[in-house]
């Protein structure tokens, strides 16, 4: 009966322990996770004091405040969106990290890909042509050889007449260069 006794103590005591522990363990999961929704928001937002820098990242005094209020929001239980929207409305839509997809921001989105578009028509253009010039430029058949029709008497005489004095003016500037 003692021994039964000692097994629900030691029983019970282990059941206190681990309730002791599993509240214990409940607000460290439950802050872990905040704070994973804290920098998972801050990784969205752009600091406003740092060049280049998410409120996530920054040591700043005020990245450190937005990551405060965050927490705050998120405690009180905003959504994501709605805690963007309250530093949209802070500081203008430049603090978000990511242009929003509506009215001129859109382009930024559109731009990219109509670019990328219009350059792959431009080279399917170009090497289309450059395919077809190929098949245009096939060899064309060669004209049969004629002969030249044949000179007048006169005519012979004069040509052979032009071609001697040709070749004497030819002789006599040789022997004067010589």
């Given amino acids: ?99 929003q997809t509506s009215g001129f921001t859109l382009g930024v989105w559109l731009m990219p890909i109509v670019a990328l578009l219009v350059g792959l028509g431009v080279v399917f253009a170009v090497l289309r042509s450059w395919s077809r010039r190929g098949a245009d430029a096939a060899p064309l058949p060669r004209a049969p050889e004629t002969t030249a029709p044949s000179l007048s008497e006169g005519d012979d005489a004069r040509l052979e007449e032009e071609l001697a004095r040709l070749r004497q003016g030819r002789t006599g500037e040789d022997r004067v260069a010589g």
């Avoid at 059941?15 to 460290?28: D, N, Q, R, V, Y």
């Avoid at 937005?66 to 929001?73: D, L």
């Fill in 1 to 99: 009966m003692a021994t039964d006794r000692r097994q629900r103590h030691c029983t019970l005591a282990l059941l206190c322990l681990l309730a002791i522990l599993a509240l214990a363990w409940a607000p460290a999961a439950r802050a872990d996770a905040l704070d994973d929704q804290v920098r998972a928001i801050g990784k969205e937002l752009r600091c406003p004091v740092c060049a280049g820098e998410t409120v996530a990242d920054s040591n700043a005094a005020l990245a450190v405040q937005m990551r405060g209020v965050i927490r705050q929001k998120l405690e009180a239980g905003e959504t994501t969106d709605q805690i963007k929207a309250y530093f949209v409305a802070r500081y203008g839509p430049e603090i978000l990290l990511t242009p």
